[in-house]
């Protein structure tokens, strides 16, 4: 075989690995949008109803100054919302969020680990669990409704799960494009909220 018909089957496998093709936000979602609150946005005139501008593309999101998003990854999850991993600021600053549209309106929840995220936890044979990731991805609390909420040291984590002694919560995946969690032998499905709407631990259990 000659080194020409070589070069042409390398460069073959190396096409047919690549994945056939990488999810991105659908038009619909593209565009200016105006804050009317930390994580919500609708389309107007931003100069005059609103005081906060963010400008959603198919690479990434500004706020038409100085600050500025590069996706590196964008995962559809089963739900039509979509899982973002983001270069921010100069790549000085990594950011993870969902982005959804309900309605008229935009959310971006922040999911980093660098913050607090609360999630509603669904098993469907089971009652629902309320989760916190919190302190930098170190701790994962844990409340199933109407129990005292269990807090647990993470004892494992990579870009993709955090494993604590009683279970393993996943990020989403191209292969398994959702927030999910092990605990106590149920899988749950899981979907990030905003602070504001998280119970009231009533008791908490250190492990």
């Known amino acids: 075989m000659g080194e020409p018909m ?33 994580d ?49 600021d ?24 660098t913050q607090d995220v609360y999630y509603i936890c669904d098993p469907r044979s089971a009652p629902l669990a309320f989760v916190n990731v919190e302190n930098n991805g170190k701790h994962v609390m844990v409340q199933v409704r109407d129990r005292e909420a269990r807090y647990f040291r993470v004892t494992r984590s990579n870009a993709d799960m955090l494993t604590f002694s009683h279970g393993v919560f996943r990020y989403p995946t191209s292969t398994d494009p959702r927030f999910s969690m092990n605990y106590a032998g149920a899988r749950y499905a899981c979907e990030p909220r905003h602070a ?10 250190h492990e």
């Open 6 to 38: 070589k070069r042409a089957l390398a460069a073959l496998a190396l096409l047919t690995a690549l994945p056939a093709h990488a999810d991105t936000l659908p038009k619909s979602m593209l565009g200016e949008w105006c804050g009317t609150d930390v």
């Open 40 to 88: 919500t946005f609708v389309r107007g005139n931003c100069g005059e109803q609103y005081d906060r501008l963010i400008v959603l593309e198919r690479n990434g999101f500004g706020n038409g100054d100085d600050y500025g998003c590069e996706f590196k990854r964008v995962i559809r999850l089963s739900q039509g919302s979509y899982f973002i991993r983001a270069s921010c």
């Open 90 to 113: 100069g790549g000085t600053q990594a950011e993870e969020l969902v982005i959804q549209t309900l309605g008229d309106e935009l959310e971006m929840i922040p999911v980093t680990r």
């Open 196 to 205: 504001s709407q998280q119970p009231r631990k009533v008791s908490q259990t």
